[in-house]
């Protein structure tokens, strides 16, 4: 049986060799032969170290430390002062795709008589609040796609309960599945809307045996898990989902402190013509002010406009309101985590040290697993499909970019070359022209000038509103990479009862079929008792007495024409194995 040893997600080369009794001087040895470069002192990730440990041949088996991670969990935990005062639940509206969440939303603010649209683009995570009997409480619609399974994630991190959409006339899927498992790591509280309870079809008994079948065990059969039946068409049972939701914020007694610098996440981030960066935020802890300083990973702005998440303008923001502002530097990145300064210089010095931070992390790390996977198997000519990936939000870029490195193979691989969010630009264009790279644009635009370059450059541009639609032409590309594959099929057996000419380059022969159908053209190995005498021989022709013919059936005489590269002195007895080959195109 195979050690065990524990090590951190990250770990120095040297502690690593120690952990492993191996010489460090080894350990470098093999990082470099698969192309990092790393020196005692540096780090490497855990998967970079499996990797290698797998490639030592050791007799070991990594295993993760356990430690705590800054998950939305872990945030709601933290401590809050006996001065902090009860905030909205946050809600995140999860299931699979088409099952009814956006339409459920739709109904939801419909009967608060929220003003404004919402921007519910099923794609990204919208969020906004909604009034119910003098309370606030906030929504996040999240996207059903497989492909979004990072933003899905992030919106339950975010989020102090799921609603999770199942529909009634269509049961469990496989998002429905992974949006419960995302609820339960963010440790979460989960209820289940069944919806479309009017559709013909529905039945929401069988859906409550599969929610037990996910040991999601409903409260009527003696579980705790809850569920409201609602038809977003109709409105039935909307009321009641949103009673559950605040009776449930009572039980959690919801609180943060509101006389401390704002903080909070990142939602999405994208770029508006005349407004610049403008991103997408929920509050989680303080007051954010118009005006503000607000650092946000490796960029800050001063606040000048905050806005709801329906455009109308606000001169401040309390815990579990979600927000847009505008007025950064440069475009936060899709999770990032968001802190008021108390000044433009501290707000500048803290974003400088975060992208620094982020750099000589970067450089420390040198490649990620990933990476080193394909320096493995460089000498297996892995074949590369160089992209440039534009998005209009920052996490639709995530969720793109993830699906296309998740079609990588020991045979293809996908290349991003530049990746960005915003309209497809010049400079877009030209870095594909040089690497042969495809452009793909997702929700974005392309200016008519930018359109005349591409044409004119000969590079490919592809633009999709829908993600499957994107990932599917990628993995078309993908596909005509792949070598064809080589199928051989077997045919018959004849059992040679004749030689009637042999020369250095053609035998003549006769026999019976003994076993299956020969065929011509085709090739045939030769056999002499147990041993090959000849292989990959051409057949030329098949004679039925003195007709040609393509084809003769087992106990049927013929006789076959081989042609030879060499002389081949065939006699009675032996056995000829008929076989074809062909290419077949592959696809992934």
């Not at 049972?237 to 990142?266: F, N, R, S, T, Y």
């Not at 309390?318 to 502002?325: E, I, K, Q």
């Not at 594909?432 to 490919?460: E, H």
Request: glycine share 8%; hydrophobic share 40%.
């Amino acid at each position: 049986m195979p050690a065990t040893i524990e090590i951190d997600n990250m770990i120095t080369v040297g502690n690593l060799a120690e952990k492993l009794m191996i010489p460090v001087s080894k350990l470098i040895g093999e990082l470099m032969k698969n192309g990092v470069m790393a020196t005692v002192n540096e780090q490497i990730d855990f998967d970079t170290a499996e990797i290698i440990v797998s490639e030592l041949g050791l007799d070991i088996t990594l295993k993760p430390a356990v430690a705590e991670e800054d998950t939305g969990e872990a945030r709601r935990k933290r401590q809050v002062s006996d001065k902090a005062a009860a905030r909205p639940p946050v809600v995140a509206v999860m299931g699979h795709v088409d099952h009814g969440k956006t339409s459920l939303l739709d109904a939801i603010r419909t009967a608060n008589v929220v003003k404004g649209e919402a921007g519910g683009i099923t794609q990204h995570i919208s969020a906004y609040q909604v009034e119910h009997k003098g309370r606030l409480i906030t929504f996040l619609d999240t996207p059903g796609h497989e492909a979004f399974a990072a933003i899905r994630e992030h919106g339950a991190d975010l989020t102090d309960m799921a609603v999770i959409v199942v529909a009634a006339d269509d049961g469990i899927k496989p998002q429905t599945i992974e949006a419960i498992r995302f609820a339960r790591k963010a440790g979460v509280k989960i209820i289940v809307a069944i919806n479309k309870i009017d559709k013909e079809g529905a039945d929401v008994n069988r859906v409550k045996q599969q929610l037990a079948e996910n040991d999601l065990m409903v409260e009527e059969w003696g579980g705790e898990t809850v569920t409201v039946e609602v038809s977003a068409k109709t409105g039935e049972g909307i009321e009641q989902l949103e009673d559950m939701i605040l009776l449930l914020a009572d039980v959690e007694e919801l609180k943060a402190d509101v006389d401390v610098p704002a903080c909070g996440l990142i939602i999405e981030a994208h770029v508006e013509q005349g407004r610049g960066p403008v991103a997408h935020a929920l509050v989680e802890a303080g007051v954010l002010r118009k005006g503000d300083f607000v650092v946000a990973g490796s960029t800050y702005a001063k606040v000048r406009n905050l806005e709801t998440t329906q455009g109308k303008a606000i001169n401040e923001a309390r815990p579990s309101t979600p927000v847009a502002m505008t007025g950064f530097k440069a475009l936060p990145e899709f999770a990032d985590e968001f802190t008021v300064a108390t000044s433009e210089k501290a707000a500048r010095a803290q974003a400088e040290a975060n992208a620094q931070a982020k750099q000589s992390g970067s450089n420390r790390h040198g490649m990620n697993s990933s990476e080193l996977i394909r320096m493995i198997n460089r000498n297996n000519e892995v074949q590369e499909l160089n992209v440039v990936v534009k998005a209009d939000v920052q996490g639709s870029l995530t969720s793109v970019i993830d699906s296309l490195k998740a079609m990588d193979t020991d045979e293809v691989a996908v290349r991003v070359v530049a990746s960005g969010v915003g309209p497809i630009t010049e400079n877009d264009i030209g870095l594909a022209r040089t690497s042969g790279a495809i452009v793909y644009g997702f929700n974005t635009t392309m200016p008519g000038n930018i359109r005349q370059a591409a044409s004119r450059d000969k590079v490919k541009v592809r633009l999709f509103k829908i993600i499957y639609e994107l990932i599917d032409d990628a993995k078309a590309e993908l596909s005509e990479l792949l070598l064809p594959q080589v199928v051989t099929t077997e045919h018959g057996r004849l059992v040679v009862k004749g030689i009637f000419k042999t020369t250095r380059t053609e035998v003549i022969c006769g026999g019976e079929v003994t076993k299956g159908k020969l065929i011509a053209p085709a090739l045939v190995n030769v056999f002499r008792d147990d041993e090959t005498i000849a292989s990959e021989v051409q057949v030329s022709n098949l004679k039925r007495g003195p007709q040609d013919a393509k084809e003769v059936q087992e106990g049927e005489m013929c006789g076959v024409d081989l042609k030879t590269e060499k002389r081949l002195e065939l006699q009675e007895g032996d056995r000829l194995e008929f076989f074809t080959r062909e290419t077949v195109e592959r696809s992934l």
